[in-house]
């Protein structure tokens, strides 16, 4: 599987932007996704997850009510809905696969195939 992230970008305290990840492979939809972020000098964090059919997601606490995942297995794509964003937000966010462990697996070497990220800035 061989993901594209895409839609970051610079905008100010309090807006929004939506990612995107495209997924080449037939067994997208056999999958798990879920949206991760680096900031300069941190360890990479969870931010979302999402089941192989789109019934079922889960969140960081510290987007929780912000952001939403969803998925549409027709176009390969996982999406990653940002609204009242934050400068703690600033990040660079990649997408990755989460082939054999639960939902709430919020742990990045529980993730396999990552996106190559995309930049995310919020300023204040």
């Known amino acids: 599987v061989q993901l594209q992230a895409s839609g970051g970008g610079l905008v100010q305290t309090g807006g929004s932007l939506r990612l995107s990840c495209a997924a080449s492979?037939?067994?997208?939809?056999?999958?798990?996704m879920g949206w991760f972020r680096q900031a300069p000098g941190k360890e990479r964090e969870f931010v979302a997850a999402?089941?192989?059919?789109?019934?079922?997601?889960y969140y960081a606490d510290s987007v929780k009510g912000r952001f939403t995942i969803s998925r549409d297995n027709a176009k390969n794509t996982v999406y990653l809905q940002m609204n009242s964003l934050k400068p703690e937000d600033t990040a660079v966010y990649y997408c990755?696969?989460?082939?054999?462990?639960?939902?709430?697996?919020?742990?990045?070497?529980?993730?396999?195939?990552w996106g190559q990220g995309t930049q995310v800035t919020v300023s204040s």
């Open positions: 990755a696969v989460n082939r054999f462990y639960s939902l709430r697996s919020a742990y990045p070497t529980n993730y396999d195939y």
């Open positions: 492979g037939r067994t997208f939809s056999d999958y798990g």
């Open positions: 999402i089941n192989w059919s789109g019934g079922s997601t």
